[in-house]
Every structure is written in structure tokens, then in C-alpha cells.
């Protein structure tokens, strides 16, 4: 008896290809793509040891902990790493960048989050473009958090080094993802001698091996259920439409920010300005007093399918996440996810309007 997961033809490389070529149409972009064979971090790993070393100056934004780990692998590499910090409450500006540059001319490389579901906050990839071109510094950008559910233009930003994943509002596969690469990316890997060749983390060895090849033999056998799961999911986004898609998640971050103030109870956005919240995930502080990981806790357990985690680490205290992407991106998971946030409030004696914020998610959905 054959086996739907298990009995497959081998993926061919010219499937492989196409998969490949849908993933740069859905980016937009002429620039050379890569589908690397493993999570998100593969790439994001990947693609700053080929392209930073010793000589490198590196201006690296920290808006959430990705940005924080960006750092830590450059200062690896041998980079100089000069770290700009925001609040998280927040998004970072293209002034602050801007300044960045007037201080150390010499910056030659950028590493930037766009949205970020750990924080909530999504920032202004277009105008940072503007000002990372202007210096010539190589544009790196992790938009794993904001591809499906905001625009990621790689070509008209400027973006060098563009890694999406597809397990966030792409609703896809956790288990591969792809970077995009400039021609300037591709001859600083060239020119840097500490760059992984011969590893699962190179980049060079796709392209020589793959694309300059004119992608006709794997390198390796790929993850055959995997690529199907990303080509499903492509598939999909292109049947809904990518307009429809990102709006349906542009509405649901609108609708869980109004519905948690209508909620009341000292509920509150945790970023401050809605342009600066990213469209991917919604994230909301608790009252003082509230626990974030408590009241999630609580939340869960009369639903556990809801899309709601505390935030990482040191915010679990003070984090509520509403992880409303993919196929939670619908009315019915963010009107779920306040209902069972006021109930858990109300539990612990907090004031809540359950009714109210029911009224302001209907009404911010159309
Ligand atoms: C989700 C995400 C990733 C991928 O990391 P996982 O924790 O494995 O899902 C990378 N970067 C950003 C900004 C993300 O939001």
C-alpha cells in the first residue's frame, strides 16, 4: 500500500527550479533566489558569515531578538559590530539610520528585521533603503514576520540579502526558506576568503554548483515534502491573491489593536504607534499586577487551538502575543483570542468590556 508522505517520486531539479521561480515572482524580484533546505535561520546564518568578516564594519538595528542574534553572529565572523537599539515598544527611523552613517561613514553592511512577531513592531524598510543605497553599504533584511502579510519588495528597496520563511502568514512549511541575492551580495561572498564553501550553511556552493550550473543537478537530495508544502503554499497565496492576503492580516492586526482597548481592563498595545505595529502579529501589554504568561495560561485553557503565546524570555512577564497569521488571520481567531483574554481578566477580578471589544472587532473587519 503506497503512502501519501512516504512513497513519492523523487523531486526533480527542474521542480525544484520552478518552486524556485513562483518564491521570486511572489517576491518580486529578478535578483537571484535560493531555497535553502532548512528553517529560516539557515539562510539568516548563511548569508551574513559569506558575506561579513574581519574589514567589515556592520551597522546592525536590534528591534526585537533576532537582531540580537544577527549581532552575535557577525562579531563571530570578525565584523566590527556597531549595535542600534530601539525600544520595542517602537519601530527604528531612517534618521536614526541616516545618523548611524554620518557618525561611521565607513559602515559597509546593514542587518535589519522588518517586522518582528517576537516585539510586534515592523519598520520602514523603504526609506532605510534610501539611505543604506546612498552610503553603498550591502542591505540585509530578515523578512520571515512580514512576507505575506506586508509588502517585501527586495528590488525596489534595494535589499541585497532577503530571507523569508514560510511558516508565518504564508501558511506554509516551517522546514525550508529562501534568500534572495543582488550581484553585489553574490561579489562580496565571492571576494570574502572566510566564507562557508563546501557546508550546509554555504551560499557560494548554490551558486556555483546550482544556479551558475544552470540548475540542473541538486546539490543534495532536497526536503521532498517540504518543497511540495512550500509550492502548496504559494499556490494558495497566488488563488486568494497577495493583496488579499496581506490585507486580510493588515485587518486583523487593526481589529485586535481596537478590540484590546474596547476590551479595557488595562489591556493596551504594546507598540505605541499603529503605523509602527507590524501586520503579522499583534502584541499587547498587560494591566500592572497581570502576569502575561499567567493570563495566557489561563486563555488557553478554555480554547488551546488560540493563537496566543507570552512574549521571550524577560517578556513573559509583561507580553501578550496574538499570533493572528496564516490561517489565523479571520475575525473569528482574533474574536476568539480577546473573549478568552477578557474571560481570564475577569477571572482574576479585572473590569473588562467583553462586549465592546466584540463591537469593535466586527466593526474595524469591515
Ligand atoms: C519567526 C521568525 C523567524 C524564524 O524563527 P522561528 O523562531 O524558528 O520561527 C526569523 N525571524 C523573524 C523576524 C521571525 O519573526
Known amino acids: 500500500m503506497t503512502h501519501p508522505f512516504l512513497d513519492l517520486a523523487p523531486l526533480s531539479a527542474a521542480h525544484f527550479a520552478a518552486i524556485e521561480d513562483r518564491v521570486a515572482r511572489l517576491l518580486g524580484t529578478e535578483q537571484d533566489v535560493v531555497i535553502m533546505q532548512g ?27 533576532y537582531g540580537q542574534t544577527f549581532g552575535n553572529w557577525l562579531r563571530d565572523c570578525g565584523a566590527e559590530v556597531i549595535d542600534l537599539a530601539v525600544p520595542f515598544h517602537t519601530a527604528v527611523t531612517a534618521e536614526q539610520i541616516r545618523e548611524a552613517f554620518a557618525e561611521r561613514p565607513e559602515i559597509d553592511f546593514v542587518s535589519l528585521v522588518h517586522a518582528e512577531a517576537a516585539t510586534g513592531n515592523t519598520n520602514p524598510v523603504a526609506e532605510i533603503g534610501e539611505v543604506v543605497r546612498a552610503h553603498g553599504a550591502l542591505f540585509y533584511l530578515d523578512a520571515v514576520a512580514s512576507i505575506g502579510a506586508e509588502p517585501v519588495l527586495p528590488d525596489a528597496w534595494g535589499v541585497d540579502l532577503c530571507v523569508i520563511g514560510a511558516q508565518k502568514a504564508m501558511g506554509g512549511p516551517a522546514g525550508v526558506s529562501a534568500v534572495s541575492v543582488s ?56 488563488s486568494e491573491g497577495l493583496d488579499a492576503v496581506m ?8 481589529a485586535t489593536r481596537a478590540g484590546a482597548v474596547a476590551l479595557g481592563g488595562g489591556l493596551a498595545p504594546y507598540v505605541h504607534d499603529a503605523s509602527e505595529a507590524a501586520p503579522v502579529a499583534t502584541t499587547l501589554r498587560t494591566p500592572p499586577g497581570v502576569v502575561a504568561s499567567d493570563l495566557v495560561a489561563r486563555a488557553l485553557f478554555s480554547d488551546p487551538a488560540l493563537p496566543l503565546a507570552a512574549g521571550g524570555g524577560a517578556l513573559a512577564k509583561e507580553m501578550i502575543r496574538v499570533n493572528h497569521y496564516g490561517v489565523d488571520a479571520t475575525v473569528g481567531a482574533v474574536q476568539g483570542s480577546l ?4 474571560a481570564a481578566l475577569a477571572e482574576l477580578g479585572v473590569a473588562v468590556d467583553p462586549e465592546g471589544a466584540r463591537a469593535a472587532v466586527e466593526s474595524a473587519w469591515r
Open 183 to 238: 550581484a553585489r551580495a553574490w561579489a562580496r561572498m565571492s571576494a570574502n576568503p572566510g566564507a562557508p564553501r563546501r557546508s550546509y550553511l554555504s551560499l557560494l556552493d548554490w551558486k556555483e554548483r546550482w544556479v551558475d550550473a544552470g540548475r540542473k543537478t541538486l546539490l543534495h537530495a532536497p526536503a521532498q515534502l517540504e518543497m511540495l508544502a512550500l509550492e502548496a503554499c504559494v499556490e494558495r497565496i497566488e
Open 247 to 254: 490585507r486580510r492580516h493588515a485587518v486583523a492586526a487593526a
Open 339 to 342: 473573549a478568552a483574554l477578557g
Open 39 to 65: 528553517e529560516a535561520l539557515l539562510p539568516l546564518e548563511g548569508a551574513i558569515r559569506s558575506a561579513a568578516g574581519p574589514g567589515t564594519v556592520a551597522l546592525n538595528v536590534i528591534t526585537g531578538p
